[in-house]
């Protein structure tokens, strides 16, 4: 099992920007894919960025592409959310995510199923 400490959020204006961080205990992490999604009010969670073990291969949401950047620093057990050019519609609590330890470098899974572990969520406001 895999804690994880989401931070990083805050309010920030439109077309600003922001880095996630999360923070990772356990062994399992060096191995587990990761992930990050993220809730606005009223809507179910959503799919956002993931990344295999490796690093090698990531995942993006069409609404993110581009302007958001998922990145993981094993040394540190930590994984990275850069986000871009941020618009209102991001505003959200963002969530990392942690998969149990996979034998593939290219695994980068989308589903939420696929997650077994999560952080309690940073809220990330973006004003007009």
């Known amino acids: 099992q895999v804690q994880l400490v989401e931070s990083g959020g805050g309010l920030v204006q439109a077309e600003g920007s922001l880095r996630l961080s999360c923070a990772a205990s356990g062994r399992a992490f060096s191995r587990s894919p990761m992930g990050w999604f993220r809730q606005a009010p009223g809507k179910e969670r959503e799919f956002v960025a993931a990344?295999?073990?490796?690093?090698?291969?990531?995942d993006y949401a069409d609404s993110v592409k581009g302007r958001f950047t998922i990145s993981r620093d094993n040394a540190k057990n930590t994984v990275y959310l850069q986000m871009n050019s941020l618009k209102p519609e991001d505003t959200a609590v963002y969530y990392c995510?942690?998969?149990?330890?996979?034998?593939?470098?290219?695994?980068?899974?989308?589903?939420?199923?696929?997650?077994?572990?999560w952080g309690q969520g940073t809220q990330v406001t973006v004003s007009t």
């Open positions: 990344i295999s073990w490796s690093g090698v291969n990531t």
């Open positions: 995510a942690a998969g149990p330890a996979s034998d593939y470098s290219y695994y980068a899974p989308r589903r939420e199923g696929a997650f077994g572990s």
